[in-house]
T-cell receptor, first 114, second 117 residues
Framework: AQSVTQLDSQVPVFEEAPVELRCNYS??????LFWYVQYPNQGLQLLLK??????LVKGINGFEAEFNKSQTSFHLRKPSVHISDTAEYFC????????????FGAGTRLAVHP | GAVVSQHPSWVICKSGTSVKIECRSL??????MFWYRQFPKQSLMLMAT?????????EQGVEKDKFLINHASLTLSTLTVTSAHPEDSSFYIC?????????????FGPGTRLTVL
């Protein structure tokens, strides 16, 4: 079984500052890793995903994440945030075999202040 | 591309009634659809997985007789909450993918907010 821990429930940050949202996972098998963003009263939008290959993954809206197998982490970063980045961010994992059942973390609320 | 819609976007019903929520893949064929439930300020919890033409697979603790899932075509899945009660009030989100392989991305619908009075 897999599990995901998002270490921060809320992250306040000023506009144009860098941000890192932390995600750690636990799994006895190989996993794929995902970051999704959810705006208020909306569904989820995929930001980026790690399947294999380069451990640094670039996604939409200027976000990137780095897969660290030894630390079982997949932290999300953005060098300069905008007010419009205010949203809920979810880290998720799925096992590499079988169908793509996603296990989500509890989410991190990113609040960008002017 | 890869748009998933849900209808209705919100619904209010009386306790004891049944509510049907539709999930459609608008521009692709979805061999697998997923239904999630999200409580306020919490994460998404997978309720069930459905493959077109076969019975849904429910997660542990989800009542299959209460949450009826039908995946009759490659573009439509429905979730029916039967005899709804206030504790069923939640945000229900569906997602769809094109195949069963883990590498395939799930495309999420905008969600349906259910309020049971």
């Amino acid at each position: 079984a897999q599990s995901v821990t998002q270490l921060d429930s809320q992250v306040p940050v000023f506009e144009e500052a860098p941000v890192e949202l932390r995600c750690n996972y636990s799994s006895s098998v190989s996993v794929y890793l995902f970051w999704y963003v959810q705006y208020p009263n909306q569904g989820l939008q995929l930001l980026l995903k790690y399947l294999s290959g380069s451990t640094l993954v670039k996604g939409i809206n200027g976000f990137e994440a780095e897969f660290n197998k030894s630390q079982t982490s997949f932290h999300l970063r953005k060098p300069s945030v905008h007010i419009s980045d205010t949203a809920e961010y979810f880290c998720a994992v799925s096992a590499t075999g079988g169908y793509n059942k996603l296990i989500f973390g509890a989410g991190t609320r990113l609040a960008v202040h002017p | 591309g890869a748009v998933v819609s849900q209808h209705p976007s919100w619904v209010i019903c009386k306790s004891g009634t049944s509510v049907k929520i539709e999930c459609r893949s608008l521009d692709f064929q979805a061999t697998t659809m997923f239904w999630y439930r999200q409580f306020p300020k919490q994460s998404l919890m997978l309720m069930a997985t459905s493959n077109e033409g076969s019975k849904a697979t429910y997660e542990q603790g989800v009542e299959k007789d209460k949450f009826l899932i039908n995946h009759a075509s490659l573009t439509l899945s429905t979730l029916t909450v039967t005899s709804a009660h206030p504790e069923d009030s939640s945000f229900y989100i569906c997602s769809a993918s094109t195949a069963g392989a883990s590498t395939d991305t799930q495309y999420f619908g905008p969600g349906t907010r259910l309020t049971v009075l």
